[in-house]
C-alpha cells in the first residue's frame, strides 16, 4: 500500500500545506529573523557594531558540540524530505517537479559553478559597501573551535543550507504556486522576498542582497526548470565562506568587527 499522495490537492489544501512546510523551516526563521532585526535595531549598540554568528560552537565540550552540530544539520533538512515526498510522482523522474530529472548533470554542475562567479563576487562586494554604510552586522560565518571536524561540519552546514532554501523556495515553492494558478514574476517576487526575509538578522543589506540573488535565481529557474545549479551554486558559495572565513577574518578584521 503505497503511503504517496495520490490525488492533486484542493487549493485548500495547498495552502496549509504550504503554511506547515514553511512553519517547519524557513518561515520559521523569518519571523525569528524580522524579530531579531527589530531586536537589533533597538539596542543601544550600533548595528554596525554588532555581530552574528551563522555556525556557533553548541557545546564547551568537544564531542558534545561535534554530536549537536551534526544533529542540528540532519533535523534542519526534515523540510526537504516533506517536500520530497509530497511531489514525489510515481513515474520517473520522481522528482521531476522539483526540477531533479537526472539529466545533464554535468552541464548542469557547470552552470553551477559559473553562477558562483555571478552572485559571489558582487555579494562579496555588497557586504564591504553595507559594512562601510552600517547596513550589515559583522557576520561571523565559523563560530567553531579548530577540531578535527570542523572543516566537514561547516561542509555539512552549507549543504544544509544549500538543499534546504533551493528544495523549499524554487522547487517546493514554484510547483505549489504554479498549482495555485501564480504567474511567473509573482511567484518570483514572492519566493525572492522569503529568500530575504530570513536573512534579515544580518541587517538590512541582507534583505537587499538576497533579494536580488532570490530575483536572478527565480528568473533563471523559471526558465531552465532545473534545480542543480542553483544547489551547486549556493553550496559553493556557502562552503567558500564557511571555510574561508578564518583566513579572511585574520587579513581583514576590520570588515569583520573584529579587533586589528
Known amino acids: 500500500m503505497s503511503l504517496l499522495p495520490t490525488a492533486e490537492p484542493s487549493r485548500a489544501r495547498i495552502w496549509w500545506e504550504i503554511g506547515i512546510v514553511l512553519a517547519l523551516g524557513l518561515g520559521q526563521s523569518a519571523v525569528y529573523a524580522v524579530v531579531q532585526l527589530a531586536y537589533r535595531l533597538t539596542d543601544v549598540t550600533p548595528l554596525a ?55 545533464r548533470v554535468v552541464p548542469d554542475i557547470g552552470r553551477g559553478v559559473l553562477l558562483v562567479a555571478a552572485i559571489g563576487i558582487p555579494g562579496l562586494g555588497l557586504y564591504l559597501v553595507g559594512r562601510a554604510s552600517g547596513l550589515f552586522v559583522a557576520v561571523n560565518p565559523a563560530g567553531l573551535d579548530a577540531y578535527w571536524w570542523t572543516v566537514p561540519v561547516l561542509l555539512l552546514a552549507a549543504a544544509r543550507a544549500s538543499l534546504q532554501e533551493e528544495f523549499v523556495v524554487l522547487g517546493y515553492l514554484f510547483a505549489r504556486l504554479r498549482q495555485l494558478g501564480w504567474g511567473p514574476w509573482s511567484i518570483i517576487i514572492a519566493t525572492s522576498l522569503l529568500r530575504a526575509s530570513y536573512h534579515l538578522y544580518q541587517g538590512p543589506g541582507a534583505f537587499i542582497g538576497n533579494l536580488a540573488m532570490g530575483l536572478l535565481f527565480g528568473w533563471l529557474f523559471q526558465r531552465s526548470g532545473r534545480l542543480m545549479p542553483f544547489l551547486v551554486a549556493h553550496f559553493l558559495i556557502d562552503a567558500t565562506v564557511f571555510v574561508g572565513y578564518p583566513w ?9 568587527g573584529l579587533p586589528g
Open 248 to 256: 579572511a577574518a585574520a587579513t581583514w578584521p576590520e570588515l569583520f
Open 49 to 103: 557594531d554588532q555581530t552574528a554568528t551563522l555556525n556557533p560552537s553548541r557545546s564547551d565540550r568537544e564531542i558534545f558540540d561535534l554530536i549537536y552540530q551534526v544533529l542540528s544539520i540532519g533535523f534542519s533538512l526534515v523540510p526537504v524530505l516533506l517536500v520530497c515526498f509530497l511531489l514525489w510522482q510515481s513515474s520517473r523522474p520522481h522528482l521531476g517537479r522539483l526540477g531533479l530529472d537526472g539529466t
